[in-house]
Structures are given as C-alpha cells and as structure tokens.
C-alpha cells in the first residue's frame, strides 16, 4: 500500500469534514439572502416536514446536541420562524411549529437546497451516487453503534 493510499484512509473523517463544510459554505451562499445559516435551515426544515415536534426528536432528526438544538430553536423563535407551544403530555417540554414565515421561507428554499444535491451529483453518475449514500448511511449506522456501545 502507497504512502497516499495510507493517508487517504486514515483520512476518510477529515475528507467527509472538508466535504461537508464545502457544501454548507456554498448553501450558505445561495440562501445568505434569507438569513438563515444551513444548521437553522434545516432545523427548521425538519419542523416543517413534521410540525409540532419535541426538542429531542428535532435534535435525534437533524443529529444535533441538546444545547445547539436549543441555541437554535431560539434564533428561530427570535425570527419569528417557529413558536413553541406546552406539551400536553409533559407539561416540562413544548412542542415546536413553523409559523407562516418559517413555511414560506422553506417553500422559497427547497429549491436552492435541491440545487446543492444537484450540484454534487454533476460530478458523478447516478449508480455512484447511489452507492455514495448507501455508504454514508452504512458508515452513520456503524459509528453510531460504536457510540451507542461506548455510552452503555
């Protein structure tokens, strides 16, 4: 095995993170007009796909902390993008929607978000994408056993 097939292994965590910056920097620049940044869109993305969830489903659903979760669900209240209701099983927690604002600016979005995932698949072929998903799935499931096992 060569020097660069070696680094390139043990590489794989930072290219994903090099490629995943990339991308948020350039839906970060199509979306900058509307004043979110990508983590606030698409928790707010997830709102709307499923209105009136808890903090820790939004948090499980777009793989964020409790704390960043919250950071966010503020900034979005601030923008009057979401409001946040009492539970009514638990009194302790509330329940989240997307306001008239906050739906009209995913409505305008989508399409800019779409644009993204076809800018990346411009650079292979739609059998490599496939396989290209299948695999960050697999690798997401497997590390997140390896974490699930380390936190029992």
Known sequence: MTNEHREQELAVGFIMGMT??????????RIKDYDVTPEQWSVLYQIDQAEGLIQKEIA????????????ILDLLESKALIY????????RSFVVFSTERGKALIRETLPIEKGITDE???????????????LLDRIH???????????S
Do not use: F, N, W
Not at 60 to 71: A, E, I, L, S, V
Not at 84 to 91: I, S, V, Y
Not at 142 to 151: D, F, K, M, N
């Open 20 to 29: 995943y910056r990339r991308i948020a920097a350039l839906l970060q620049h």
């Open 141 to 151: 499931r497997h590390i997140g056993e390896q974490l699930e096992r380390r936190e």
């Open 84 to 91: 946040k209701e009492t539970g009514k099983q638990d009194r």
């Open 120 to 134: 990346v698949k411009r650079c292979m072929s739609d059998e490599e994408y496939r396989i290209l998903l299948d």
């Open 60 to 71: 499980d659903r777009c793989g964020k902390d409790k704390p960043t979760t919250t950071r």
